[in-house]
């Protein structure tokens, strides 16, 4: 059992690195010295070796949970404690796990694609270890507190790397995007947290579970929590509405695509609704939403990967889909949860009913874990092809299987992943979700499976247009000659192979239910029934339906962008109307910007304002000092100097006075 001081270390050591490289280093090194990179590489590798002992621990233990002592932060008036503490189950150490290995492929990798930019090289490792603390503190924490302190904080780094090129406007704006939407779900995030404060008494996310369970903490106090909580996870996760944050955060490095708004950050949102899953069980409209948002924006954003044409935001598309599955996969397990318990079907015990409640993440959370491997590798081969193209612009692209192989390789591995093509790790979480949405909302599970069918279709079109027929040439505009395309170094290559065999293999891990067994969730796994009858297929039909609408959509994109039977002129041309409203991204971005923000915001509420502050506060103000100054200006002209003068009034006064006193007195 790994001792519970290393849980600590778990998140400290990329803080240790970001002191290190922010403060120490910076007195004694060159910007641009490699120093900084292999002090966030040693500092996360050992995180990532500590996850992995913590893992094993729980995996070969009695115990589902490593016990680690609370810190007291602050004790307050009336008996207020603040505790800083972490918990360390399945859910923070398989989240542990995303965050410290991918990063720990993403510093490798950032070794060669950050090599000339030798101004920012500290800053981006130094913002690189941040991150890291910041995720790791998130998903370890063991209050609702903390956990909005870390998610803040992960927010910032996002803001820092997504506008890492300030000195393009295009960055700069992306950043301010990205921090202003996010900031919108963490007003309710915020909300959530206080509602469940102020009626418990409590931050701790174990109690909260106890009290929700218990029926101590219910009706529309939980479900308004819930939500609230929600409203957090659909910022950060860039869900529907708030999804038009991160296609212009593909402004920043490929390295943070990579990371930050593909496997970990743009996953908090996820987790946080699976960390508190006990109490959306325990509301049915809370969880229904979860559902319904997260199987809407699914196909909505995969529609939208169908009409780029920057290969990095196809991938960005391609993201917010697969969190919409992920959500899509803890709402319908949480929906057939929920309507159990409303209708007095679930009679277990309350200490049952919480291993239940936090076992029925595992579906949506398995697909998590294989998204985040196979996603990563997407990102930065498509950073090797920018690295070696000088574009992003598929349509510059074409024929690059021939000069980088091992890239076209790694690339073809990640997108049959993210297909769900068998035997590859997507195949398997995948076909969960589309289980449990079939058990508990047909609606749903159409909305998937249509959702399947773009995925592959949206990922081989980027294939067919970047790496087969001619190459086009490249970027133009940037002074470099890109002609000659080739692969890129092998500290580039070497992270993606890597990432290419988790993609592979780390599905296998639930082929006899071995992640749900130990996230403790039983239940019965069709595609490892499937798996288990590869010579019976009737086992169980839909792995092989889904597996056929996948092989289709793959088919569909190699007639259209291979062999040019229907041509994607003629299609965008058929569909018309349509084709246009998904190549502007449903004018989302122009109901925002000018509809939301220009005419209803600026021209309405903030002109409405300032007439307010000029007309109303600084009219007062001035008619205040106007009186103020009249009134000085005829006391002054009282002052003649004259004392003859002076002394004929103080002599009618005093009379006055006697007046007075006379005949009121």
Excluded at 454 to 475: C, D, S, V, W
Aim: with cysteine; proline share 3%.
């Amino acid at each position: 059992m790994i001792p519970y001081q290393y849980i600590w270390l778990i998140m400290l050591m990329p803080a240790f690195s970001f002191i290190i490289n922010g403060i120490i280093l910076r007195i004694f090194f060159k910007p641009k010295a490699k120093i900084y990179g292999y002090v966030t590489i040693t500092a996360i590798g050992l995180s990532a070796i500590f996850s992995v002992w913590a893992l094993i621990s729980l995996l070969t233990g009695d115990s589902h949970e490593i016990a680690v002592p609370d810190i007291t932060w602050a004790v307050i008036e009336n008996g207020v404690t603040i505790h800083i503490g972490l918990i360390a189950d399945q859910l923070s150490i398989v989240m542990a796990i995303v965050v410290s290995v991918v990063s720990l492929m993403v510093q490798i990798y950032s070794l060669g694609y950050m090599h000339d930019d030798d101004a920012g090289y500290y800053r981006y490792y130094t913002f690189m270890s941040l991150f890291t603390f910041s995720m790791l503190g998130l998903v370890l924490s063991n209050n609702l507190l903390f956990t909005f302190v870390f998610w803040e904080m992960v927010g910032l780094c996002s803001y820092l790397l997504i506008g890492f090129w300030f000195h393009r406007k295009s960055a700069a704006d992306a950043a301010k995007k990205a921090f202003i939407v996010t900031r919108i779900g963490d007003f309710g995030f915020l909300a959530g947290i206080l509602i469940l404060y102020l009626n418990t008494g409590t931050f701790d996310i174990a109690e909260l579970h106890h009290l929700a369970v218990t029926g101590v903490l219910g009706g529309m106090v939980l479900t308004w929590a819930a939500i609230g909580l929600f409203a957090g996870a659909i910022g950060k996760s860039a869900q529907f509405p708030l999804h038009v944050w991160l296609p212009d955060a593909m402004e920043g490095p490929t390295p943070v695509s990579a990371l930050i708004h593909s496997a970990t950050m743009v996953c908090a949102g996820v987790f946080l609704v699976a960390r508190t899953m006990p109490m959306f069980i325990y509301s049915v409209d809370a969880i229904t939403v979860v559902a319904v948002i997260g199987g809407f924006t699914a196909i909505f954003a995969a529609t939208m990967g169908l009409a780029a044409n920057d290969i990095k935001r196809v991938l960005a598309y391609s993201t917010i889909s697969q969190i919409g599955y992920m959500m899509l996969g803890l709402g319908a397990v949480g929906m057939g949860l929920a309507h159990e318990i409303a209708d007095g079907h679930l009679h277990v015990g309350t200490e049952e009913m919480l291993v239940i409640a936090k076992g029925a993440v595992a579906v949506g959370m398995f697909h998590l874990f294989t998204h985040a491997f196979f996603k990563s590798l997407l990102f930065m081969a498509s950073g090797n092809v920018s690295h070696s193209t000088g574009t992003f612009d598929m349509r510059l692209m074409g024929g690059l299987k021939k000069t980088m192989p091992w890239t076209y390789a790694v690339f073809l591995i990640g997108s049959l992943s993210l297909a769900g093509i068998w035997p590859l790790s997507g195949f398997w979480s995948k076909d969960e979700i589309l289980v449990s949405a079939l058990d508990n909302q047909p609606v749903l599970f159409a909305l998937a499976l249509i959702t399947v069918f773009l995925t592959a279709f949206y990922m081989f079109r980027a294939i067919y247009m970047t790496f087969h027929g001619e190459y086009k040439g490249g970027a133009t505009d940037d002074g470099v000659d890109h002609s000659h395309t080739h692969e890129a170094p092998k500290v580039m290559v070497y992270p993606l192979v890597f990432l290419a065999l988790l993609a592979i293999f780390i599905g296998w891990w639930n082929l006899t239910g071995g992640f749900a067994d130990f996230m403790g969730h039983h239940v019965e796994h069709a595609a490892h029934s499937f798996f288990g009858g590869l010579f019976n297929p009737f086992t169980h039909a839909l792995p092989v339906i889904a597996l056929l609408v996948g092989l289709f959509g793959i088919f569909s994109a190699y007639a259209v962008y291979n062999k040019k039977w229907i041509t994607a002129e003629s299609i965008g041309k058929f569909f018309g109307p349509l084709y246009t409203l998904v190549f502007r991204k449903y004018f989302f971005d122009e109901l925002y910007e000018n509809i939301i923000v220009k005419l209803a915001l600026v021209k309405g509420l903030f002109t409405g304002f300032s007439l307010f502050d000029s007309k109303g506060v600084d009219g007062t103000v001035n008619g205040v000092s106007s009186v103020v100054i009249s009134g000085g200006r005829a006391v002054r002209q009282a002052q003649t100097g004259q004392l003859q003068l002076y002394g004929f009034f103080i002599v009618l006064g005093l009379v006055i006075i006697g007046l007075c006193v006379y005949f009121f007195g």
